[in-house]
């Protein structure tokens, strides 16, 4: 066979004296044969690669964004120990900008008779038909990379109004009594969404039998449906207009970028509109005070707070009339209109005691604790309690240490948020119940196949296309809440030699068990074939063909993974001071500043009782060992200015087939880890201030124009800077 597990051409890449695959050259737009560069196994390196586009040039860095902001606040005090308050705020957000290329690969067939046919390949064609061949054509490529995408428009508005009261009846007992509302509406229009049996009708386009000019087949056949390979067609007849009433408008699918028909992109690609709205509604009421009044500790008066809370969250999504039509679906798979919330009631309460003080090596002991109990409709009762203790042996030291057990709850986006669906690339191999990596992984791995598919002797993967599997995102309404368990250690330091000086620093340690979260679609079908038995969340989220056993769709919705462990210190350390002594003058004030964290530890493990998937992450992309942020301040009068610089430690951010840090540090053949490097971002900036109500600053950010680290494929969280480059900020400050 020529062709490989991957549809690519292997060692000879001519059939019948003529190239298997041609390109479209992306400069000069002629047609040639396509270069494979050195193809190793199953995979191609250098020449024209996938011929896919992952990006627009014409996309802009940043959306252009226009915000306007108006917030009242007003209060009234009704007497000397009871006032009101309110707060009325109103944002709307409007952003515009051009779309990165819709990456959804169409494989289409073409007809030999299609008027749009390049010649080089239609004399190949004929020339291999007259040999008595009986050849096929088929085109794949990125349905949005030959056309002049519109800009989006995504338009947000937020409005929230709080208003209470508040007193104080005694030392003993304060209060405050609020209600907030808040409402956030989001619109996103997208001004090109293509219509996918528009595009088949377009596409397929002959000689119109009298003119001889291009027309759609559907004009003469109304019956006629090409459809695609992939992605597979809801249905297979035209559902969005009647073939044959003249609608239709040929559109050329080899043509380059900026030269198809304004009315045939017209006719593929129409305005939608996603809208989405968040509702929040919530009473809080809180009562503190100490007890001074009534009795002391050797330390002072016992402080204490206690209080509820009732939360009401609401969420409705709306897709857009193509999605709500099937009319832009890979499969049958319609989204829901989402209209769904949850509420809580929460109460609390927390005390801090001060135990001594004033004593030999004890000049402060406090101890403090605090619990939370919530009642949510959708995961039910949970409780989160925290305790710790601060002593101070001297006046420059204090020593803390604390315990704290938090619930996290799962929120609207992770429970009901309407599932949708999208391709996935299953690479050979990476299906657990491939025959040749059967006994690769756990000792339950072949047994759990066996049921898994029912014909396993002869079951072969590699008949599967990468693009026939599809991954389904959205909300997950099994999850349950997220429990977090933290421990702290610590000091503060203000040493008596050095006056001006502080240093800070904690040691954490946390873990989350049941934490929420997603994982890879790989790990999910892994993780079910390697499990004990076949009863675990992830079969639950894989379905396979019943006859052919191949992967059909996967979950990829939140789930709860077993446990995230994160380990390391935080530090900060500042210096006020000034050089007036040193150097006999007035010369300002200084203060020098560096924090950042050590990360020790950080991993995760996808599932209780599967020990290979715990990951370990710290030294990975998103997660340096070391990240600090200095700055050296000045202030003299009117006039103020500051330098700094934040540091990254380097980091191994993988490559595009998905390797992480111990992964490539295991593999001799993966010899050049893809490290970022380390990195220094500086900015330096200034202020005047004219008078009390007047102020212009100048700021300079990423002031030596560092570019950010390369991205992983589906990485979009540039960093260490953003892919803005330098910026330069000019502000005024005034006060009316």
Do not use: M
């Not at 610590?490 to 006056?499: I, K, L």
């Not at 007036?580 to 004030?589: C, I, P, R």
């Amino acid at each position: 066979s020529l062709i490989n597990r991957f549809r690519v051409a292997d060692g000879d890449t001519s059939f019948g004296g003529f190239p298997l695959e041609h390109t479209v050259d992306r400069v000069t737009g002629v047609v040639r044969p396509r270069d494979f560069g050195l193809v190793v196994g199953d995979f191609t390196i250098g020449g024209d690669g996938l011929g896919q586009v992952f990006s627009n040039p014409r996309a802009p860095s940043v959306p252009d964004i226009e915000r306007y902001f108006v917030n009242v606040i007003g209060s009234y005090d009704f007497s000397n120990n009871i006032s009101g308050f309110i707060e009325a705020k109103y944002v709307r957000n409007e952003a515009s900008a051009v779309l990165n290329d819709n990456f959804r690969l169409i494989v289409q067939p073409i007809a030999p008779d299609n008027v749009f046919i390049p010649q080089v390949v239609q004399s190949q064609f004929e020339n291999l038909t007259a040999q008595g061949f009986e050849p096929q054509l088929a085109l794949s490529r990125a349905w949005q990379d030959n056309l002049t995408t519109p800009p989006s428009d995504t338009t947000r508005e937020t409005f929230r109004i709080v208003g209470g009261f508040e007193g104080e009846v005694s030392k003993a007992l304060t209060y405050s009594i609020s209600a907030n509302f808040g409402r956030t509406e989001t619109s996103f229009v997208n001004n090109a969404a293509p219509i996918l049996d528009r595009y088949y009708a377009a596409t397929d386009a002959i000689a119109d039998p009298v003119t001889g000019q291009p027309i759609c087949r559907s004009d003469i056949d109304p019956d006629s449906f090409p459809g695609a390979v992939f992605p597979a067609p809801v249905s297979t007849t035209y559902r969005s207009f009647i073939p044959g009433d003249g609608s239709c408008v040929p559109l050329n699918p080899f043509a380059q970028r900026n030269t198809v028909d304004p009315e045939a992109v017209a006719f593929v690609f129409q305005r939608t509109e996603n809208v989405a709205s968040i509702d929040q509604f919530v009473v809080n009421a809180t009562f503190s005070g100490n007890s001074e009044e009534f009795f002391t500790f050797p330390g002072g008066a016992v402080s204490y707070a206690a209080g509820f809370e009732y939360r009401d969250e609401g969420s409705e999504v709306v897709p857009n009339a193509l999605d709500l039509n099937q009319l832009d679906r890979f499969q049958a798979n319609q989204p829901p209109i989402l209209n769904g919330g949850f509420d809580v009631v929460e109460g609390f309460a927390e005390i801090s005691v001060p135990v001594l003080a004033d004593l030999p090596f004890v000049k402060k002991l406090t101890i403090d604790a605090s619990v939370r109990l919530a009642d949510y409709s959708t995961v039910g009762g949970t409780k989160s309690f925290a305790y710790g203790s601060v002593w101070q042996p001297v006046n420059n030291l204090r020593i803390r240490a604390s315990f704290n057990r938090a619930i996290r709850a799962p929120n609207i986006g992770e429970l009901i948020v309407p599932q949708t669906a999208g391709p996935s690339l299953l690479r050979p191999g990476e299906d657990p119940c491939d025959p040749v990596g059967l006994e690769q992984g756990s000792e339950t791995r072949r047994a759990n196949c066996e049921l898994l598919i029912p014909d396993l002797a002869n079951f072969n993967p590699d008949q599967s296309n990468s693009g026939d599997i599809f991954n389904i995102f959205g909300g997950n309404p099994d999850i349950t809440e997220e429990t977090a368990d933290t421990y702290t250690i610590g000091f503060a330091f203000t040493p008596s030699a050095a006056p001006g000086l502080a240093i800070v620093a904690d040691f954490y340690d946390i873990q989350i068990d049941d934490a929420i979260g997603t994982t890879n679609f790989r790990n999910i079908i892994r993780n079910c074939a390697d499990a004990d038995t076949i009863d675990n969340v992830f079969c639950d989220a894989v379905t396979r063909d019943p006859e052919t056993g191949l992967v059909q769709t996967i979950q990829a919705t939140p789930l709860n993974i077993a446990f995230s462990n994160s380990r390391g210190i935080d530090y900060q350390i500042s210096y006020n001071f000034d050089l007036d002594n040193l150097l006999s003058g007035d010369f300002g004030a200084f203060v020098a500043t560096l924090g950042g964290t050590y990360l020790i530890k950080r991993e995760e493990q996808l599932a209780a009782g599967f020990p290979d998937t715990i990951d370990r992450l710290d030294g990975e992309s998103g997660f340096p060992k070391h990240f600090l942020n200095a700055g050296l301040s000045w202030t003299k009068g009117p006039w103020s200015a500051d330098y700094g610089f934040n540091f990254t430690s380097s980091v191994v951010f993988g490559n595009q087939f998905g390797f992480g840090r111990e992964e490539l540090e295991e593999n001799p053949f993966l010899l050049d880890q893809p490290n970022t490097g380390s990195a220094f971002v500086h900015y330096l900036g200034g202020a005047y201030q004219i008078n009390e109500d007047f102020q212009v600053s100048l700021r300079v950010n990423n002031l030596f124009d560092r570019d950010p680290f390369k991205l992983r494929n589906g990485e979009d969280n540039f960093r260490p800077v953003s892919a803005l480059g330098r910026t330069v900020q000019l502000g005024v400050q005034a006060k009316f």
